[in-house]
T-cell receptor, first 111, second 117 residues
């Protein structure tokens, strides 16, 4: 079963705009990660936020985590055409070596 | 890119034939994973390994077996391929940090596109 569920399923924006994607999950977690997948390629890790953190930044990426609502958001600021990809959240439950991935948000950034 | 290769990258086979996919890593990471990716389902874990000859089932393990005789290689076998196993298969690796309490970042291979006719 899917632990993380991304929202929206698809998002289309113009270059320069911000893109926000959300992820909800069901059980308590140790950490939550976001990955990017370009068409026809493998997933690439973007950022990891631990359960005791509320916000984390990496370049143009900002991730928030609200454990009380069991949700996270990924914000990409000043988007570029190269940001066009699918974005997945993945959660890790305590003591597990396994990640559970959501179904992803497909982001299209139009030039 | 992490040193992960998958072979073959593309394969077309017929129903009922055995198929083996190979994942090879040069990072000496402890954990290796096999996922399948299908439209509408995201990534689903098939099997994973936490060391040489140590493997465990994932969410969708029926019809698949795995083997890990060396740290660097993780094989996924479809004993008798079915059309429902047409998918893109990804291998991933990760390493638990010393004293760490949770799974580290996973690094993915380029994928194998398998078509079962």
């Amino acid at each position: 079963s899917q632990q993380g569920e991304e929202d929206p399923q698809a998002l289309s924006i113009q270059e320069g705009e911000n893109a926000t994607m959300n992820c909800s999950y069901k059980t308590s977690i140790n950490n939550l990660q976001w990955y990017r997948q370009n068409s026809g390629r493998g997933l690439v890790h973007l950022i990891l936020i631990r359960s005791n953190e509320r916000e984390k930044h990496s370049g143009r990426l900002r991730v928030t985590l609200d454990t009380s609502k069991k949700s996270s958001s990924l914000l990409i600021t000043a988007s570029r055409a190269a940001d066009t990809a699918s974005y997945f959240c993945a959660t890790n439950q305590g003591g597990s070596e396994k990640l559970v991935f959501g179904k992803g948000t497909k982001l299209t950034v139009n030039p | 890119d992490a040193g992960i290769t998958q072979s073959p990258r593309h394969k077309v086979t017929e129903t009922g034939t055995p198929v083996t996919l190979r994942c090879h890593q040069t990072e000496n990471h402890r954990y290796m994973y096999w996922y399948r990716q299908d439209p509408g389902h995201g990534l689903r874990l098939i099997h994973y390994s936490y060391g040489v000859k140590d493997t465990d089932k994932g969410e969708v393990s029926d019809g698949y077996s795995v083997s890990r005789s060396k740290t660097e290689d993780f094989l996924l076998t479809l004993e008798s391929a079915t059309s429902s196993q047409t998918s893109v298969y990804f291998c991933a690796i990760s390493e638990r940090l010393a004293g760490g309490t949770s799974t580290d970042t996973q690094y993915f291979g380029p994928g194998t596109r398998l078509t079962v006719l």
